[in-house]
Nanobody
Framework: QVHLMESGGGLVQPGGSLRLSCVASGSIRSIVLMGWFRQAPGNQRELVASITRGGFRNYTDSVKGRCTISRDDAMSTVYLEMTNLAREDTGVYYC???????????????WGQGTQVTVSS
């Protein structure tokens, strides 16, 4: 049983900043990747940023230079710091974790419920 707890979403003015967090708990083991996806109304879900167990970071082009993804030492929590936010950043942000449940099982994907981020004046 895996649970992803997201927090930090809300309303922010253009040019403002937000910090999202996601805590992974339960039976998940050996997390190999944590990240954030987002989905705006009428659009497909897209990757925002991800970080591997080894610390490799990946960002979508639209947020490079404005977002920073990080994790704690235990790989149980992932953060997404967003600055200089624009209306185009509005959407539901989903925490994503790829890891193992059990010793002999293949890696599985897990998703949070999503947290709303609204950029508006």
């Amino acid at each position: 049983q895996v649970h992803l707890m997201e927090s930090g979403g809300g309303l922010v003015q253009p040019g403002g900043s937000l910090r999202l967090s996601c805590v992974a708990s339960g039976s998940i083991r050996s997390i190999v990747l944590m990240g954030w996806f987002r989905q705006a109304p009428g659009n497909q879900r897209e990757l925002v940023a991800s970080i591997t167990r080894g610390g490799f970071r990946n960002y979508t082009d639209s947020v490079k230079g404005r977002c920073t993804i990080s994790r704690d030492d235990a790989m149980s929590t992932v953060y997404l710091e967003m600055t200089n936010l624009a209306r185009e950043d509005t959407g539901v942000y989903y925490c994503y974790v790829r890891g193992y449940v059990g010793i002999n099982n293949p890696a599985s994907d897990f998703w949070g419920q999503g947290t709303q981020v609204t950029v508006s004046s």
